[in-house]
């Protein structure tokens, strides 16, 4: 028969201790089908067989020679706190033996002369308790492991992410990318609300977290919600949160994001999708620091810094009365703009090599740079879809590019090989001038109209015709600038 359920390997182990013979061969016979049985005449030697064995429970004698069964108990107790304690009893001291029950000393007393079977039925659920507890103990200490590992992929996995939002990964040298930087790193410090916008695929959504990572605020929650993407009741309901009932499927009380985002960041994106309901909503929170989940009689504050984003013309919005204006001022304490790529053209070499680099170690590609040729169509295309549509081409050339090497013009796609020229009149000299010499500064000027007039036309008569100048003019000009 097995020890106990479960375990086929394992006898439980029992110690009984007294010093009377008789009783001691009685319990051997009734436990000792069952279990392991050790016995002892004394409390001293009870205590050296526990140390030797590896004991779950113990019966003694209340009355032995030397000490007492309870000061043979006691030191039980501290040597193998788990082992479970039983007494014998001769005669009814009650009063003792209720005290040892009462303070945990003892599990059960057992009162001479016993009765073998009901003997071995308390050992039994004894040993189950027994049995449980110390399952117990092991699933604890395994559930602390896992909550440790649990723990430590958390802060990796945060970190991982500071890392990602990090202003490093921000790529842009250009002074209109300068300027915005410097507002991240001011704003970053302060809880100030914030107005992001920009043409889609301008990076809005990476500034916002970048400046949540940066700011004293990182350590608790970046939530984002896009204003655009659901019905007026869910997004109300997924920002201030429900109560149970508030509306048809509504089960149970929810949370909204503006308390889940408490002493963080709520990142509002497509802010001027709001209908005016939720922009009255959104101005109360803004005000008050409060919000009302649906349903609920009380508001409840919160602590939590605002990102707004958008790609529209709010300002526009707001003078057509699409916008309540006193919502507007709230969100723009701060405005962040975000230039088009386009009118930033000297970010897209370092851009498109970045994304590229990104692209070809995830995929495993061996693609290293770009040729002149079509580094300068992707320089030219007047990106719509900004960074991203940027991003997206790159990603698409490396998934397509077979063996290939470098990046060739041939690799991009139909729209960008279409384009001859930018298709905006921006300037097409875009870099600073660190030099003062007047005359210098033309002569360089003339050199980089011309390459690029020679890029883009292909030959010099009309490259010639777009500069505005005779061809002869053209031809003169580039060998007194030594071209
Ligand atoms: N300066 C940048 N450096 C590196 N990656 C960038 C930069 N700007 C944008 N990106 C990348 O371009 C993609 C689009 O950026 P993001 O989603 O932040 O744009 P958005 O302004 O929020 O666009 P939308 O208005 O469409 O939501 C993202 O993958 C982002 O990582
Ligand atoms: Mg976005």
Same mark, same amino acid.
């Given at each position: 028969?097995?020890?106990?359920?479960?375990?086929?390997?394992?006898?439980?182990?029992?110690?009984?201790?007294?010093?009377?013979?008789?009783?001691?061969?009685?319990?051997?016979?009734?436990?000792?089908?069952?279990?392991?049985?050790?016995?002892?005449?004394?409390?001293?030697?009870?205590?050296?067989?526990?140390?030797?064995?590896?004991?779950?429970?113990?019966?003694?004698?209340?009355?032995?020679?030397?000490?007492?069964?309870?000061?043979?108990?006691?030191?039980?107790?501290?040597?193998?706190?788990?082992?479970?304690?039983?007494?014998?009893?001769?005669?009814?001291?009650?009063?003792?033996?209720?005290?040892?029950?009462?303070?945990?000393?003892?599990?059960?007393?057992?009162?001479?002369?016993?009765?073998?079977?009901?003997?071995?039925?308390?050992?039994?659920?004894?040993?189950?308790?027994?049995?449980?507890?110390?399952?117990?103990?092991?699933?604890?200490?395994?559930?602390?492991?896992?909550?440790?590992?649990?723990?430590?992929?958390?802060?990796?996995?945060?970190?991982?992410?500071?890392?990602?939002?990090?202003?490093?990964?921000?790529?842009?040298?250009?002074?209109?990318?300068?300027?915005?930087?410097?507002?991240?790193?001011?704003?970053?410090?302060?809880?100030?609300?914030?107005?992001?916008?920009?043409?889609?695929?301008?990076?809005?959504?990476?500034?916002?977290?970048?400046?949540?990572?940066?700011?004293?605020?990182?350590?608790?929650?970046?939530?984002?919600?896009?204003?655009?993407?659901?019905?007026?009741?869910?997004?109300?309901?997924?920002?201030?949160?429900?109560?149970?009932?508030?509306?048809?499927?509504?089960?149970?009380?929810?949370?909204?994001?503006?308390?889940?985002?408490?002493?963080?960041?709520?990142?509002?994106?497509?802010?001027?999708?709001?209908?005016?309901?939720?922009?009255?909503?959104?101005?109360?929170?803004?005000?008050?620091?409060?919000?009302?989940?649906?349903?609920?009689?009380?508001?409840?504050?919160?602590?939590?810094?605002?990102?707004?984003?958008?790609?529209?013309?709010?300002?526009?919005?707001?003078?057509?009365?699409?916008?309540?204006?006193?919502?507007?001022?709230?969100?723009?304490?701060?405005?962040?703009?975000?230039?088009?790529?386009?009118?930033?053209?000297?970010?897209?070499?370092?851009?498109?090599?970045?994304?590229?680099?990104?692209?070809?170690?995830?995929?495993?590609?061996?693609?290293?740079?770009?040729?002149?040729?079509?580094?300068?169509?992707?320089?030219?295309?007047?990106?719509?879809?900004?960074?991203?549509?940027?991003?997206?081409?790159?990603?698409?050339?490396?998934?397509?590019?077979?063996?290939?090497?470098?990046?060739?013009?041939?690799?991009?796609?139909?729209?960008?090989?279409?384009?001859?020229?930018?298709?905006?009149?921006?300037?097409?000299?875009? &870099?600073?001038?660190?030099?003062?010499?007047?005359?210098?500064?033309?002569?360089?000027?003339?050199?980089?109209?011309?390459?690029? &007039?020679?890029?883009?036309?292909?030959?010099?008569?009309?490259?010639?015709?777009?500069?505005?100048?005779?061809?002869?003019?053209?031809?003169?000009?580039?060998?007194?600038?030594?071209?």
């Amino acid at each position: 028969m097995n020890a106990h359920p479960g375990s086929e390997a394992k006898k439980y182990s029992i110690l009984v201790v007294d010093d009377e013979e008789e009783i001691l061969r009685g319990l051997c016979e009734a436990l000792d089908d069952e279990y392991e049985v050790f016995s002892a005449a004394s409390g001293e030697v009870g205590l050296e067989v526990l140390e030797r064995e590896d004991i779950a429970l113990v019966i003694a004698d209340q009355v032995l020679p030397g000490m007492t069964g309870v000061e043979f108990l006691e030191k039980v107790i501290e040597r193998k706190p788990t082992a479970i304690r039983m007494m014998l009893t001769g005669y009814a001291d009650v009063a003792s033996i209720v005290r040892a029950v009462n303070e945990g000393r003892i599990y059960r007393y057992i009162q001479k002369p016993w009765d073998p079977e009901e003997l071995r039925l308390n050992v039994r659920r004894a040993l189950e308790s027994y049995g449980l507890a110390s399952e117990n103990v092991q699933l604890t200490a395994a559930l602390a492991e896992a909550n440790e590992r649990l723990r430590q992929e958390n802060l990796y996995l945060r970190r991982e992410v500071e890392r990602r939002y990090s202003f490093g990964n921000i790529i842009g040298g250009s002074p209109s990318m300068a300027r915005v930087f410097d507002v991240m790193e001011k704003v970053a410090a302060t809880s100030a609300t914030l107005l992001i916008t920009g043409e889609t695929g301008t990076g809005k959504d990476l500034v916002a977290r970048a400046i949540h990572y940066a700011s004293p605020r990182k350590d608790a929650r970046f939530v984002a919600q896009n204003c655009g993407a659901l019905p007026d009741t869910l997004l109300e309901s997924e920002l201030f949160g429900h109560r149970r009932g508030a509306f048809t499927g509504a089960h149970q009380d929810k949370k909204g994001l503006f308390e889940l985002a408490h002493g963080g960041t709520i990142f509002l994106d497509e802010i001027g999708e709001t209908n005016p309901g939720m922009q009255v909503r959104l101005l109360r929170v803004l005000q008050d620091g409060e919000v009302r989940p649906l349903g609920a009689s009380d508001t409840r504050k919160v602590d939590v810094r605002v990102i707004a984003a958008t790609n529209r013309d709010l300002r526009k919005m707001v003078e057509e009365g699409d916008f309540r204006e006193d919502l507007f001022y709230r969100l723009r304490v701060v405005e962040l703009p975000l230039p088009p790529l386009r009118e930033r053209r000297e970010d897209i070499p370092t851009l498109a090599e970045h994304f590229l680099e990104r692209a070809a170690e995830r995929m495993g590609s061996g693609l290293r740079g770009f040729t002149h040729s079509a580094m300068n169509r992707l320089t030219a295309y007047p990106w719509p879809g900004n960074v991203r549509e940027l991003e997206n081409e790159i990603e698409r050339v490396v998934a397509l590019s077979g063996d290939a090497s470098a990046v060739t013009a041939d690799m991009l796609s139909e729209s960008l090989r279409a384009v001859s020229r930018p298709s905006d009149a921006s300037f097409p000299v875009e &870099a600073p001038f660190e030099e003062w010499d007047l005359g210098r500064a033309t002569d360089e000027l003339k050199r980089r109209m011309i390459a690029r &007039a020679l890029e883009e036309e292909g030959n010099k008569s009309r490259a010639a015709e777009r500069l505005g100048i005779p061809r002869q003019s053209l031809q003169k000009m580039m060998k007194r600038l030594g071209m």
